[in-house]
Structure formats: C-alpha cells, structure tokens
C-alpha cells in the first residue's frame, strides 16, 4: 500500500503550514482517538489528504471553534461558546468561516444556526470543493479530495456489502419500471418528490479533475442536486443555486441523454439521501471504486444488466455508454472455432487479498469495446464505427427515422456516403461468404432520402450550451463539415472559413454529378447550417485572413481540413502543352460550370476512382473516343469495381498495363502520349516499385489528355508563424489519437492530413476532431483521458457456423427512366420499400453485446441507448443503505466474512479445487 499510487499527488510549490490545531480538527472529523498527538502515532499524517484540504483555508482560530462540534453533532454558536469560554458573536463568526469554506453544515433551525460536521466523503470534501472561491484560492483543495479515494480506497476492497457503501448507484428510473420486485429507494424520484428544497451544484469530482488537468470531457456545470437541509446550506452558502423540483428532474433528463448515471451519498440510513449526482465512469471519484479497485459491490445497484441475444444487433450504444466498460461486443453467430462467451470477471475482492497487480489503474485510457474473438465485420471495418447492424434491423422494422439518427450519431452526411461510399462494411459483410454482401449503402440510401426533402428532415436537437466559445474550422469539404456539425451539437459557435465561392469541398468540386447531384450536397449542409454553423465563404485563411487574427478576433481553437484539392502532375515531357489538364483540375471547373472543350480524342491517365470520374465526365462533353491508361492490371486498379463497370458500360476503353514515357506536342499543342508496358506495378513487399519494358512503347494520339495520378495539397500561407509541421508527402503532422498538430491550438483531418482517402475517413476524423476541440477549449480537459479510442475487431467469418439464413439474392435499384450516359444527372436509383425489406432480411446479425455481470454496477444507462428493448436491468441484490453512525458493526461483520472466504480459497487452491 506504499506505492505512488496511493499516495497524495502535491502540485510544484506546496509548502506544508504543520498546524497542530487544523490536525486536531482533521483527526476529530475522520474520528480518530481523542487527544492524540498531531501527526504522531494513531493520527492522520501531515501528507494526508485529510489535513491538506483543511489547512488550505481554516486558520488555527477556525479549528479551535470547530474542535467544540465534535462528530455528527449539531451545536449553536451559544452552546460552542459556552463550552469554548469564548463571545458568542466571535463563535458564530468562526463557525461560519467554517460552513462558507465547507468544513462543516449550519442549518437554520427554529430560528438559531445550528453547525455539525459530517464523514470525509460523501460530506466535506464535496463541499470544500464546491466552492468555486475556494479552487480559485486553494487549488491544492482538488488534489486533496482526488487523492481521497486513492489513499483510502484499497482499505475498504471486499469490506462494504452491497448497498452499504458510502455512495451507491441508483438506477435510472425508466430501466426499473417493469421491476416487480424494486424497493422504493431505488427510485429517484422518490428523493425528489420528498423533499421541496432543491440546489445545483458543480460536480467535484470533475472540478477535481479540472484542476489537475485531467478532465474527461464531461464538464462540471450544474450536475450535482442537493435536497433539503443539503440544498439550505449550499443555497446560503453560495456553492449552489436554487432550482425548483421540476428543474431538478430536467437537470436529471439531461445527464441521461447525455450518457451520465446516478448515485447518492448512502450515509442517510434507508431510504434517505441528501444529493443526487450525475456521474461519469471515467470521471467520478466515486465510481473510481469500481474502474479502478473492481471493489464494485461498494457502489452498485442491485441491479445489474441482462441481454437479450436474439434482440440485441451489435450497434454498439450500449458498450459505448457503459461508465464501467462492463459490457462488450462479441460474437452471436455459432462458430467452429473458439469464441469468447464469458466476460464475468472472476478474481474479485470478494475472496481475494486486493493489492495492487489486481487494479486497473489505466481504467481511464484502456478501454476495451471488443471481445478477443471479434464482432460485426461491418461495424469493426467502418472507419466511422457506425451501428450497421442496428439501422438496418431498424429499416426493417420500418422506423426510418430512428435508422437515420442512428447513423447521424457518427455521420453527418449519411445521403452523400450512400452515393460515394467506397463500402470497406460491404467489403466486410459475412454475408459475402455466403452469397453476396447486404447492401449497405443502399440501405443507407433509403434511409437518407429522408434528409432530402425539407418536410421529413429533421434537425438534431443540441446537447448543450457552449455558445460562449469561438471555433474555426478552415475548409467545407467531409472532414470540416463533420467536425463542424459535432461542435454545434454541443452548442459552440462555429465558423468554417472556405476559400471557393461554394461549401463542401471536392464533394461539391472534385466529384461529378452522376456520382453526387450538388442538391444531395447542399441538402446535408442545410442541415449544418440550421444548427448554426456560419459559413464564410471566398475566405482563404492565411491570405485573406490569419489564424492570429481570428485568434484576436476570439477563436479559441482550430480544425484545419483543407483537403487535398490540387492535381498533381507526372513531372514528363510535355506536360505544358496545350490540351493537358490534371483530372482535379478538369473536374473542378466542370463542376463550377466553366465551358471545358474536350472535342476529339481525350487520353485520362490513371486507374483510381478521379481517373474513372474524369473519364466519365469527358465521355460526356466529347463526341470522340475516351481511353484510360494505368499502370495496374485490371484486378490491381485501386478504383471500384462498380466505376470500373459503369465506366466500360459507357463505352470507355481502358487499357491496362501501360504508363507514360512523354507527351506528345506540336506547336505547343497536345498530341498525343506515348506509353511503355508496365510489367509490374509492386515489388514483393508490395511496395510501389513499378517495372517496364522500354522497348515495347505505343504512342496514341489524342487531343486532351487529362492527368489524374494523384492529388496534392495547397497549403498557401495558411501555417506561417505556427509551430505546425509537415511531412515530406505535404500533409500535416497531427497525433494519431487526438489529431492535434504541433501548433496547441491547431488540429486537423481529413485528406490534408493522411493523404488523399475516402469522404466516410474525413468524416470520422472530423468527429475526432470535434472531441478534440470540446476538450481543449474548455479548462483543464485532458485530450485522452476517459477517450474511446474505438479499437474494433472483426469476428472469424471462415469459422461461421450459418445454419439457417433468408436466401433472398442481393436487391439492387433500378437506373432512372431518360438518364443517359451523356447526362450529368445521376441515373442511379434507389432501392424500393419492398426491397429494403427484402435486403434488411438478408443481414446475418452477426454480432451481440455481452455483460460482464460483475463488474455491471446496475446504473441502467445501457437500457436508454438502446432502440431494441434487447437490455434490461434484472434485481440481483437485496442490499439497503445504513446510517453512517451505523455502519461500522455492518462493515466489520463483512470483513470478518471475507477472511473467511479468502482462506477457504487458499485451502481450495492447496489441494487444486480451484
């Protein structure tokens, strides 16, 4: 028990005032034997935590008015003078230096102050805590309380039987309701129906974690509720507002949209409580007790979470949300190879000597959403992690509306990717190994049509208030809108700053209409802009406008997402001449609606998906023929397969094998190219190492030639005078995790970032991002504590066991009547309702959540998340709160049972029963 770990972290500067006075108050309220010597044996020490928090604001004169309280016991200001000899008025003055600082209560009560102290947690260091003057003079008062729980904490592992600790969870109330066998105390509204003086607080915990840098992104602000005498003396003291019952319950509400989870101080006997907090698992003190020490039965419910398997789909919602990573996804498909089907952790407190190998001190950084075994392949393969599973088991059902908030959950565009989507989910799809693939985007499409018409789109509602705070995002296209759209679901002010005269970036510039019509684009931004998100466009940041003049101008933070929206070049001869054009380039200025002359023979060099759009675009404005010339072979080309076909179909020759040697030009005009055999494209560490025979040339003739052999990107002076740096590629150096660049206050995504990819990678950069930017503007956030880091494995799909599943072939939409291949509108259809329900069925539902029924503390956070009714809370325990005065017989009598079981465990393992 000596380690770092539960030891009391001092900020650089403490300096320790050894006040035997303040050690004797100390001593009292953790109720140590009377009179002994401060600091000596049998007392607190003069690094603990209990003493450190006081010393910070109560004087000598303080502590020796409060030593007449005495323990839970209520006093006046007359009755401490008396036994104190000193002036009634000079008593109530300390005494209320004491309740303001928060070392003890004071009530009113038949018109006199009465003052009385309580335990250490829940009670004073809450309320030292909660007043903000106090953090603002005292800092060191968050250390003290943070170290609270890790000094104290490993000494109550196995001692407090369930429903006895000192804080408990209750559950949220609407995941109890078909509980026949619930006890009235494990309703919240119990608390607040009974009592008609209400507050809110701050959380401490989480101011705790401000202070020392290590907040978890849950802010602190108005989380906590206090009820009756609590709600008095917070209200008269300053550290609370009052709030009505109905505000109480709202504020409730709200932490639960919000993921968070209640708990009450346990110390009021049965049936009593005086606060109710809104916790987070990754930021709670309390709740540290069961992420940290595993000592769960110390906070826990009764309850605890069951799944249905044959409801549950995968969606992840739950996993996400539980503040104690006790649930996980896995694998519901039988298997001829082994699968994980048992999380339950077995080496508990309960029968165990708890020291410290057994702790999981990296609780809030080693989160795990994932089974060994793996899940949904689609799910795992989704660069967004998307609940796929979960939107298509709701289309089934018909409820469209919810599939589509669902996705929204993790992307913003959701009726773009269902047109431009490279599909790595359908890639995925277990189904594949059987057949073909679910059509996912298809099914995505359908949904998203929703989007679409003004009359069924549906804005999301905000999740908070942060309008306070300024936020730039530099660029329109996947990755800046999506970042844009997460920070105004909770509330900031967002700009994004664009340079061309029209937002979305190379959705609305680098890809043509029959992929992406512009009104499908401009539909989404809609949405983006009814949250309030301002667009400014024409603004190039860096030559119109300075990141160090929008930061004068109150922009605390920064996403940069620019994209990679320049041609690159072959760097040949001839590539001035007249006729030759990058495939960025050509594209842009079509899509702009430029006059582009390609008549005659147009020559696309290329094989990735710019090189079949500028191919098709050119099939379009040209009566001659359209060749594409790549180096890969025809299995090798990195575009996909459906542009490959729908290319072909449009009577565009591609010729593979080829790359090229110069261009042709006469008179500075283009005319033609010539080309040498590509033997191979990769060497056998499959690196790019093209190989070609220099003797087998072909020269063709053409009268365009457009160069589409990647992108670059255009950083102007966009990073001058920043500590941003770039790699050899051009992109932006940015952390993998967090997406932060060298310059703080500077982040970035997308294309511009990790090279030119797919819109659904932007998009979950720009979500990263977003979290990013909610952290670092706000005080004291850390950018990777209590941070899912989205780490996702796909199940074994060869050792798919599929017994029975819908034969039904793949649906596929039927093309628009009269859009031809000359046409720019996109001819692609959607697929019916009767064939949404005939491709939902086809999903195998691959994947399950699974509980890990120990660790569960039974909060119900998972049941509001889900839209399958696939988990509830089941009544496992039977456990009530005692009275604080009364709870030490209660604790002893457990300790002296766990002896017992370690050592009947011990005897068990000499002899291999174990």
């Given at each position: 028990m000596g380690s770092q770990t539960t030891k009391?972290?001092?900020?650089?500067?403490?300096?320790?005032?050894?006040?035997?006075?303040?050690?004797?108050?100390?001593?009292?309220?953790?109720?140590?034997?009377?009179?002994?010597?401060?600091?000596?044996?049998?007392?607190?020490?003069?690094?603990?935590?209990?003493?450190?928090?006081?010393?910070?604001?109560?004087?000598?004169?303080?502590?020796?008015?409060?030593?007449?309280?005495?323990?839970?016991?209520?006093?006046?200001?007359?009755?401490?003078?008396?036994?104190?000899?000193?002036?009634?008025?000079?008593?109530?003055?300390?005494?209320?230096?004491?309740?303001?600082?928060?070392?003890?209560?004071?009530?009113?009560?038949?018109?006199?102050?009465?003052?009385?102290?309580?335990?250490?947690?829940?009670?004073?260091?809450?309320?030292?805590?909660?007043?903000?003057?106090?953090?603002?003079?005292?800092?060191?008062?968050?250390?003290?309380?943070?170290?609270?729980?890790?000094?104290?904490?490993?000494?109550?592992?196995?001692?407090?039987?369930?429903?006895?600790?000192?804080?408990?969870?209750?559950?949220?109330?609407?995941?109890?309701?078909?509980?026949?066998?619930?006890?009235?105390?494990?309703?919240?509204?119990?608390?607040?129906?009974?009592?008609?003086?209400?507050?809110?607080?701050?959380?401490?915990?989480?101011?705790?974690?401000?202070?020392?840098?290590?907040?978890?992104?849950?802010?602190?602000?108005?989380?906590?509720?206090?009820?009756?005498?609590?709600?008095?003396?917070?209200?008269?003291?300053?550290?609370?507002r009052q709030i009505t019952r109905e505000e109480a319950f709202a504020i409730l509400k709200r932490a639960e949209e919000n993921g968070l989870m209640h708990e009450i101080p346990n110390t009021d006997g049965p049936g009593h409580t005086h606060a109710i907090c809104n916790c987070c698992g990754c930021g709670c003190l309390s709740m540290r007790t069961a992420t940290m020490f595993k000592n769960v039965d110390m906070i826990r419910s009764n309850y605890r979470a069951v799944v249905d398997r044959e409801k549950c789909v995968a969606c992840g919602r739950c996993v996400e949300n539980c503040p104690v990573n006790a649930l996980k996804l896995g694998q519901k498909l039988c298997s001829s190879t082994p699968v994980v089907t048992d999380i339950t952790t077995r080496i508990t407190p309960r029968d165990e000597v708890w020291e410290e190998d057994k702790w999981n001190e990296e609780y809030r950084t080693n989160r795990e959403n994932v089974v060994d075994s793996g899940t949904a392949p689609c799910k795992t393969n989704c660069p967004a992690h998307i609940g796929i599973q979960g939107y298509i088991k709701l289309a089934a059902q018909g409820r469209y509306q919810e599939a589509l908030e669902l996705i929204r959950l993790e992307n913003p565009l959701p009726a773009v990717c269902g047109r431009i989507c490279n599909r790595r989910c359908e890639q995925a799809c277990t189904r594949g190994e059987v057949d073909s693939p679910v059509a996912i985007d298809e099914i995505k499409k359908y949904v998203a049509q929703l989007e679409l018409d003004p009359a069924t789109r549906k804005i999301p509602e905000k999740r908070h208030d942060y309008s306070d705070k300024k936020i730039a995002v530099i660029g329109s296209g996947p990755a800046g809108l999506s970042c844009a759209y997460f920070l105004a679901l909770d509330g900031y002010q967002v700009t994004i700053f664009e340079k061309e005269e029209k937002p979305g970036g190379m959705l609305t510039l680098g890809i043509p209409g029959f992929r992406l019509e512009k009104a499908v684009v401009e539909a989404e931004i809609q949405i983006i802009r009814e949250l309030g998100v301002e667009f400014r466009m024409g603004v190039e940041v860096g030559k119109d406008v300075t990141l160090t003049q929008l930061r004068q101008e109150g922009y605390r933070g920064f996403y940069v997402a620019i994209g990679a929206s320049g041609g690159r070049k072959l760097g040949i001869l001839g590539e001035e001449a007249e006729g030759v054009f990058t495939g960025i380039d050509c594209l842009k200025r079509i899509n702009r609606g430029d006059v582009v002359d390609l008549s005659g023979n147009t020559i696309v060099i290329g094989g990735g998906n710019v090189a079949v759009d500028a191919a098709r675009a050119a099939a379009r404005l040209s009566q001659g023929e359209v060749r594409m010339y790549c180096l890969e072979s025809r299995e090798e080309m990195p575009a996909s397969e459906e542009e490959i076909q729908e290319a072909l179909e449009e009577g565009i020759h591609i010729c593979n094998g080829y790359g090229p040697v110069r261009i042709a030009e006469s008179g500075g005009k283009v005319e033609g190219v010539l080309f040498q055999k590509c033997l191979s494209v990769f060497d056998e560490a499959g690196r790019f190492a093209p190989v070609f025979d220099e003797t087998d040339t072909i020269l063709v003739p053409a009268d365009h030639v457009v160069v589409t052999v990647g992108q670059s990107i255009q950083w102007g002076d966009l990073l001058e005078g920043t500590k941003a740096e770039l790699r050899r590629n051009n992109t932006i150096v940015a952390d993998a995790l967090t997406y932060q660049t060298g310059e703080a206050d500077v982040f970035a995504g997308g294309d511009c970032c990790s090279g030119p990819g797919f819109a659904i990678d932007a998009i979950a950069a720009g979500k990263q991002g977003a979290i990013s930017l909610h952290r670092f503007v706000q005080n004291g956030q850390s950018l990777v504590i209590g941070r899912d880091r989205r780490i996702y494995k796909e199940l074994d799909k060869k050792g798919a066991v599929l017994e029975e599943y819908d034969r039904t072939p793949r649906q596929r939409p039927d093309n628009l009547d009269g859009v031809g291949h000359r046409s720019f509108a996109d001819g692609r259809g959607v697929l019916t309702e009767e064939q949404i329900q005939k491709e939902t069925a086809r999903c195998l539902g691959c994947g399950a959540t699974m509980v890990d029924e120990y660790m569960c503390v039974g909060c119900g956070q998972c049941t509001t998340k889900c839209k399958f009714d696939a988990i509830h809370l089941e009544r496992v325990y039977d456990g009530a709160g005692v009275e604080f005065t009364e709870m030490k017989p209660v604790v002893i009598k457990q300790m002296v049972k766990r002896k017992g079981k370690i050592a009947f465990k011990k005897i068990k393992k000499k002899f291999g029963a174990v």
């Open positions: 009391m972290i001092f900020p650089p500067g403490y300096v320790c005032r050894y006040d035997e006075q303040v050690m004797r108050l100390a001593n009292m309220m953790g109720r140590k034997k009377p009179n002994v010597r401060p600091g000596g044996k049998g007392s607190l020490q003069w690094d603990d935590p209990e003493y450190v928090i006081l010393e910070a604001g109560v004087t000598s004169e303080m502590a020796e008015v409060g030593l007449c309280l005495g323990s839970y016991e209520k006093h006046s200001a007359a009755e401490v003078a008396k036994k104190l000899g000193k002036s009634e008025d000079y008593c109530h003055e300390q005494l209320m230096k004491l309740a303001v600082y928060g070392a003890c209560f004071v009530n009113r009560v038949e018109g006199v102050d009465l003052f009385w102290t309580e335990t250490w947690i829940p009670g004073t260091m809450e309320m030292i805590v909660n007043n903000m003057d106090n953090i603002e003079k005292y800092p060191i008062v968050a250390y003290a309380m943070e170290a609270y729980g890790r000094v104290r904490g490993p000494l109550s592992s196995g001692a407090f039987p369930v429903g006895v600790g000192l804080m408990r969870v209750i559950p949220i109330e609407s995941a109890i309701d078909g509980e026949s066998r619930k006890a009235g105390y494990e309703e919240i509204s119990k608390y607040l129906n009974e009592n008609d003086l209400f507050s809110v607080s701050n959380c401490s915990c989480r101011t705790d974690r401000e202070v020392m840098g290590e907040g978890c992104g849950h802010l602190k602000e108005d989380m906590c509720i206090q009820m009756g005498h609590a709600a008095e003396y917070y209200i008269r003291t300053g550290r609370g």
